[in-house]
């Protein structure tokens, strides 16, 4: 099953996919110009999903948001339950003050596999049959209800990554849309700006301030934080184009092909060129 509502005056999209045996994205090829997150559900079996060529072990009812530049695969997709959106219908940053996700559920960079105790799944399931009677009902609010069911799913499962992710004595709004804002800012501005002090200036707080918020929620430091996103790049485009290294270079932000290939190798333990050859043989076997 695949349902979709289209908003042809504003190019906004809703999908809702379900038991779909070829169900799977390719951001940089086949679905570059369909820019949807994704909220994917593994209602069966434990199972493999490969997310920009990496294999993750996605369990038995279990939650992964999925930001749209990331390519997946599954491997049973028939299993999965996904809803999909792109910014056109409902956009994140715009109304983070109603969903507050932007840089925590979508954009922190590490994936978030959340588990479904037996109420949430019971909760889902219900807004799932909801989802499902609304997308076969053509009025003219269809839009808006799917806006307010879209806005109820996010703050769900926004709600159960906090419990999931982040202890109770760190969950403290203002720190944490700190951290949130941070991440935001880098997935905006990582191919030109790779210094902690430039996002620390842009929101007014010091170095140090970020460094201890970083220490609440995540296991990397700021500057790794940004390091680590500019790897995912360059990993991507190093697999997903024929970019040479040069040109990779220039579009993460870096003056140099040595440096760059120096800082990818001290990152990943292998060169560009090394890292190419590699994905090239896998796709050849």
Request: with cysteine; aromatic share 12%.
């Amino acid at each position: 099953m695949k349902l979709i509502v289209s908003d042809h005056k504003t190019g906004g999209d809703l999908l809702l996919i379900s038991g779909e045996e070829n169900f799977d994205r390719f951001f940089y090829t086949r679905d570059k110009a369909k820019k949807y997150f994704t909220i994917a559900w593994n209602t069966g079996a434990s199972q493999i999903i490969n997310i920009d060529g990496v294999d993750h072990a996605f369990n038995s009812n279990t939650l992964l948001p999925l930001m749209f530049d990331q390519t997946f695969t599954f491997e049973r997709s028939a299993d999965i339950i996904a809803w999909q959106f792109n910014r056109e219908f409902y956009c994140l940053i715009d109304h983070d003050t109603e969903v507050s996700c932007v840089g925590f559920l979508f954009g922190m960079g590490d994936l978030l596999f959340i588990p479904l105790d037996d109420p949430n799944q019971s909760k889902l399931k219900v807004l799932l049959d909801i989802f499902t009677q609304e997308l076969h009902i053509k009025d003219n609010i269809q839009n808006d209800m799917l806006i307010m069911l879209l806005k109820r799913l996010i703050i769900m499962v926004t709600q159960m990554a906090r419990t999931e992710y982040i202890p109770a004595e760190n969950n403290q709004d203002q720190k944490l849309d700190i951290f949130r804002k941070f991440n935001l800012l880098v997935e905006m501005n990582f191919k030109s700006e790779h210094s902690v002090n430039f996002y620390a200036g842009l929101m007014n707080k010091s170095p140090k301030t970020l460094s201890n918020i970083f220490s609440l929620y995540n296991d990397k430091t700021p500057q790794q934080v940004i390091q680590a996103r500019i790897i995912v790049e360059a990993r991507r485009l190093l697999s997903y184009t024929t970019k040479s290294v040069k040109q990779i270079t220039y579009e993460l932000g870096f003056e140099d092909p040595a440096y760059f290939c120096n800082f990818f190798k001290r990152h990943t333990k292998q060169s560009p060129a090394e890292f190419r050859s590699g994905k090239t043989q896998q796709v050849a076997a």
